[in-house]
């Protein structure tokens, strides 16, 4: 469930395609989240150059190289002045690495969890 502003330019694919994808990323994806974020001035379809993407069973876009990619479908709209909320059901599930998450918190990017070289250093597998 996430509410989303009926102004988006995703609000009308959404309804159209009944469709959507929720991807978790990593810690290294930071651009990826600033494009979709529109901090470049990306738009629309934009916002998916520079990146792989794979079609979900659904059709909704999963990014490749996420920590894990929710394909989802449209269960309810319920639209209330300038946003929707958007009630999803979960249709698969692809899981990625085990890297740190992304995390956008009080203005920021901050990360959630290690980093593979992180838990490896501190496993003394490698010299940091």
């Given at each position: 469930m996430f509410g989303l502003?009926?102004?988006s330019s995703s609000f009308?694919?959404?309804r159209e395609h009944g469709a959507f994808?929720?991807?978790v990323l990593a810690a290294d994806q930071k651009e990826i989240a600033d494009r979709f974020?529109?901090?470049g001035g990306e738009k629309g379809p934009a916002r998916y150059e520079g990146a792989r993407w794979t079609e979900g069973r659904t059709?909704?876009?999963l990014l490749?190289?996420?920590l894990a990619s929710l394909d989802c479908e449209v269960e309810?709209?319920?639209e209330?002045?300038?946003h929707a909320i958007v009630i999803g059901r979960i249709r698969g599930i692809r899981l990625g690495s085990d890297a740190a998450a992304l995390l956008y918190w009080r203005g920021d990017y901050e990360r959630l969890g290690w980093m593979p070289e992180e838990v490896a250093t501190a496993l003394g597998l490698r010299a940091y």
């Open positions: 502003n009926l102004g009308p694919v959404l994808a929720v991807n974020a529109g901090r059709g909704a876009a490749d190289g996420a309810e709209l319920i209330r002045h300038s």
